[in-house]
Each structure stands twice: as C-alpha cells, then as structure tokens.
C-alpha cells in the first residue's frame, strides 16, 4: 500500500514516515499544501495521513479541494487542532478519521487499518482468500493455518493483492504499492515477488491476465 504523508514538521515527519515504512506501507512525505495537492492529483495513492497547519496552503483547503474532485481517497488528519470544532471541521470537509497530536504510533497504525480495511470493504480486520489469511496487525500469513515466511516486499505485494481482490492489479500499480519516491525498482521487480509468491502460496493462488495485470486466482 502507498500512502502520502503530509506534515511540515521535519523531526515529527521523519518519525512517522520511518513508523510507516516499518509496517510495510510505501510513504511519499511532502511538507507544504501546494506540494500535497500535486501529489495527489498526479498520483495514485490508497490513503493520506494529512496535517492541517501547513504552510502555502492550508490542510483543510486540500482536503476539501481532493473531495470536490470527486476522489475518495481515505485520509485520516493528524494535527495539534484538538478543539470539538476543529474535528468536526475536518470530518465535515471530508476527513475519514481525526488523530490529535501527542499520539501514539502503534495507535496511529490501528487506525490506518481500520481505515483501510473499511474502504475495502470488508468488517473482519483479517483478509481470507481459499486457504490463505493475512492479519495486518501482525503482519503474519498463513496457508492453511501454517505461517508462511515472507519477505517485506513479499508480504507488501500480497497484501496489495488481497486488499483489491476482486480486481486486476496492472503491473504499475503493485510497483507503486512497493515503492516511495527515490526508491526505484528494477524492470522485472513485481514479476519475481509474483514467482516467490507462488511458490509459497501454490501455484494458482496468483493469475496472469495477459495484457492487464494480476489477479488472485477464482475472483474472476
């Protein structure tokens, strides 16, 4: 999953970004309104964690401008604003959750998948396909009730898969779930984790579409 964060405060930026990485998210870090509003028009994101205080433009006037748009991108705000009006404020112009500044990062991660996990539709915070289950809390898998070792781009790709299951997933975009900006993968980099993939998870567990893309086996 690629997630854009947006917080001008530089030593509390580069500890959210580095919390986020560690749990396997892709996270693109810009640090003024202007620089969000680009991002997300010229990228596909699967959620933003978005502060309010920014400099150039405000965090509400992005937010708001994003929804007008149409786009239902799922973006929890992040801010020091802790007032009852400040939250209802952000949640009327459109905001999914609100966290207030002092926080906690596992908390900050609960609430990412709680998030995540309503936008895909589904109640259980497990996702379940065939014999296969990812808990995002644990970041554990199992294939039929054994876990399964996998790498972090491993574990990232199939989970990107399992989120969008009833989808195809085209090869660009389960580049753009592994990779930030600066990071840049190799030509044959979602080919080789789908080949990894499947021999740990079996051979049918992951299709080729020709032509589009990846899909989790029987959800066509």
Sequence with gaps: MRLLLVEDDALLGDGVRAGLKLADYAVDWVRDGDSARRALLDHAYDACVLDLGLPRRDG??????????GS???????????????KVAGLDAGADDYL???????ELHARMRALLRRTGGTASPLLCHETVTLDPASQRVTLNGQQVALSAREYALL??????KTHIRTRSQLEESLYAWGEEAESNTVEVYIHHLRKKLGADFIHTVRGMGYQLGGTG
């Excluded at 509400?60 to 994003?66: G, M, N, S, T």
């Excluded at 239902?72 to 400040?86: K, M």
């Excluded at 207030?100 to 596992?106: C, G, Q, V, W």
């Design 100 to 106: 207030t500044k002092p926080f906690d990062l596992p």
């Design 159 to 164: 989970y990107d898969l399992m989120s969008h």
């Design 72 to 86: 239902r991108i799922p973006v929890l705000i992040l801010t020091a604003r802790d007032t009852s009006d400040d």
């Design 60 to 69: 509400l006037a992005v937010l708001k401008e994003l929804r007008s748009r």
